[in-house]
């Protein structure tokens, strides 16, 4: 089946500092990959939309600045926390897709700010 | 209204329990219905996959759709220590590449 790599699985960092997450398809060329956010015991909330070789395409009251999205590849993308700060903490998970196929999930990247 | 309603629990059953799981939602245009599991500090991973009304079974899962009332449910018989995790209905209204629509998700623990 269809599999998705997420990494780094976990990262504390500083209070001011960027931080990178990267998400692979490994056996699958992913035309379509989306950037969830999940806080302790609530939904998963798609913060963006990313499309290879194309800007991302941010939900309202994201700030596309701060979350950076690149998918450069079918099957690569990657999400960049700048300036990360405490409320930014959180669990990020991207999703994998082409069409005709389901949805695959990474294995989430818990970010802590310190 | 929100789009997708989901008691977030949390539900504790004994092992061999019959769980009921359930979602209620307003738009008319989602055509794919999903349960996702989700372990802690895991990704989802999907469990069952319908796109009309009625039953759909997999083992000991069950999936419901009744797009009248619009509310689907996930049964699980016969429940074990390992089902405990949270379960996420998910919605998709069909168009291409489109993202999901999650429901906030039932934690479950099932206990020996």
């Known amino acids: 089946g269809a599999v998705v790599s997420q990494h780094p699985s976990r990262v504390i960092c500083k209070s001011g500092t960027s931080v990178k997450i990267e998400c692979r398809s490994l056996?699958?060329?992913?035309?379509?990959m989306f950037w969830y956010r999940q806080f302790p015991k609530q939904s998963l909330m798609l913060m963006a939309t990313s499309n290879e070789g194309s800007k991302a395409t941010y939900e309202q009251g994201v700030e596309k600045d701060k979350f950076l999205i690149n998918h450069a590849s079918l099957t690569l993308s990657t999400l960049t926390v700048t300036s990360a700060h405490p409320e930014d903490s959180s669990f990020y998970i991207c999703s994998a897709t082409r069409e005709g196929h389901g949805y695959t999930f990474g294995s989430g990247t818990r970010l802590t700010v310190v | 209204q929100k789009e997708v309603e989901q008691d977030p629990g949390p539900l504790s059953v004994p092992e061999g329990a019959i769980v009921s799981l359930n979602c209620t939602y307003s738009n008319s245009a989602f055509q794919y219905f999903m349960w996702y599991r989700q372990y802690s500090r895991k990704g989802p991973e999907l469990l069952m996959y319908?796109?009309?009304?009625g039953n759909k079974e997999d083992g000991r899962f069950t999936a419901q759709v009744d797009k009248s009332s619009k509310y689907i449910s996930l049964f699980i018989r016969d429940s074990q220590p390992s089902d405990s995790a949270t379960y996420l209905c998910a919605f998709d209204r069909g168009s291409t590449l489109g993202r999901l629509y999650f429901g906030r998700g039932t934690q479950l623990t099932v206990w020996p």
């Open positions: 319908t796109y009309s009304s």
């Open positions: 056996d699958f060329q992913a035309t379509t």
